[in-house]
């Protein structure tokens, strides 16, 4: 059974930083791309980053474009996001999921496997 627990999500102010980590269990993660998304209060859950298998290729939003970094490490079978100068807008919880194959994919209906999400709150 693939388990994604999410970690790194709190309460910041505008400007500052996070780091949100994905733990991966139960398969090899290796090989495998992996992807961030979010979801605000109220609206529908949106592609933030994602990262091919090898870790070549990364995409981001357009709203999180140079703010944030994916990155991932398969000996710890995980993956992480670097936020930084973080906005109100930032503001959801943040979701790792893990698709079935090594391409990087924006879809999220294309990603099998999900973690139950963390908190970020970004005051202004």
């Known amino acids: 059974q693939v388990q994604l627990v999410e970690s790194g999500g709190g309460l910041v102010q505008a400007g500052d930083s996070l780091r949100l980590s994905c733990a991966a269990s139960g398969r090899d993660f290796s090989g495998y791309g992996m992807g961030w998304f979010r979801q605000a209060s109220g609206k529908e859950r949106e592609f933030v980053a994602g990262i091919s298998g090898d870790g070549r290729d990364t995409k981001y939003a357009d709203s999180v474009k140079g703010r944030f970094t994916i990155s991932r490490d398969d000996a710890k079978n995980s993956m992480y996001l670097q936020m930084n100068s973080l906005k109100p807008d930032d503001t959801g919880v943040y979701f790792c999921?893990?698709?079935?194959?090594?391409?990087?994919?924006?879809?999220?209906?294309?990603?099998?496997?999900w973690g139950q999400g963390t908190q970020v709150t970004v005051s202004s």
């Open positions: 999921a893990i698709a079935p194959h090594s391409i990087l994919i924006y879809i999220e209906s294309l990603y099998d496997f």
